[in-house]
């Protein structure tokens, strides 16, 4: 007997089947969204929008949130984790969302088109109109079923969301930002053999911002490999795009309170601020010299420094300390 005879004689098998299918679908889907791209700039209002989504599961909350509740919570994640820009727009993954797939639905989506009958389908709609209608918009019923009954499916997807468009420095911060429970996170993507190595290595297992080179025995202790230009925006692993920094100043360069110049001198975002031990462990360093690697090693390359000024670093700079 067959997988299929066995699955048509006994609905068990039938409806796990079915499950692995829509899992299988939702995961394709998920992966496979359309993210604006543009010159390495970063746009990661659909995957902050369905990890806002995923979390809504996991607390067992309505299938379908408010797009009033969305702006709000979206622009705050945007603002925290997404690049330094002068505004915000929650709406775009809002509506968006609905054209990568079956899985994402917005029951008001024919009064919503009504409104602004000379626009294509797939057009935009401004805020305004979101608002005037009471537009609600989540998971589809099948999908949310699926992840109601199953939160290891949860974490699957949740995990490849953040691996997928962010640095692991960031992904308890955005966890705990979107209030997700009960997610462990696994490492998806692995890096090159070698890379860790070659940047501790060329820069002496010494943080390359306040020169921290502590060990545990044999091994390095709280010194990281980081990469300028994320690894999961396409950053190489290559020693002209990597840093030795310590953990604390390894995630201050991921969430873009720190920064290089053209001239390769350490920044401090304006918007850093705090009691003494900040400014001990961060802001006294704006304006100082970057460690650099050993001579003959290349140093951060210009390209790397510009992506990451670009979309990572929230400017403007302090006056050297």
Known sequence: ????????????????????????????QLENIRVWEHGGARAPHKPLLLLMALAAVQRGEPRLMPFALV????????????????????????????????????????????RL???????????????????????????????SSHPEHVNQLTARLLHA?????????????????????????????????AILRIYEHRCAVCGFDGR??????????????WHSKGGPDREDNGLALCVFHHKMLDRGALGLDDERRITVSQHVHGGPEVHLLLIRFAGQ?????????????????????????????????
């Open 117 to 147: 009958p000379g626009r294509k389908r797939q057009g935009d709609l401004p805020p305004s109109i979101l608002h005037e209608v009471g537009a609600h918009g989540g998971f589809s019923t099948s999908a949310h079923e699926l992840l």
């Open 216 to 229: 545990l025995g044999s091994s390095d202790l709280g010194i990281e490999a980081a990469h300028v230009r």
């Open 71 to 114: 702006e709000e919570d979206l622009t705050r994640l945007l603002a925290d984790f997404g690049p330094p820009r002068r505004s915000h727009h929650p709406e775009y993954p809002f509506w968006r969302l609905q054209n990568d797939g079956d899985f994402w639905e917005i029951p008001e989506r024919a009064a919503l088109e009504q």
């Open 165 to 197: 468009h962010f640095p692991p420095s960031m992904h308890e911060d955005i966890l705990d930002a979107v209030q997700m429970p009960w997610v462990t996170v696994a490492r998806a993507r692995s890096r090159q053999p070698g890379f860790r190595d």
């Open 289 to 321: 010299p970057l460690r650099g690697p050993q001579r003959g090693a290349p140093p951060v390359a210009q390209p790397y420094i510009d992506w990451h000024a670009r979309e990572v670093f929230r400017g403007p700079a302090r006056e050297s300390a």
């Open 1 to 28: 007997m067959g997988a299929g005879d066995q699955a048509q004689s006994n609905p068990a098998l039938a409806a796990d089947a079915d499950r692995g299918t829509l899992m299988e679908k939702l995961l394709a």
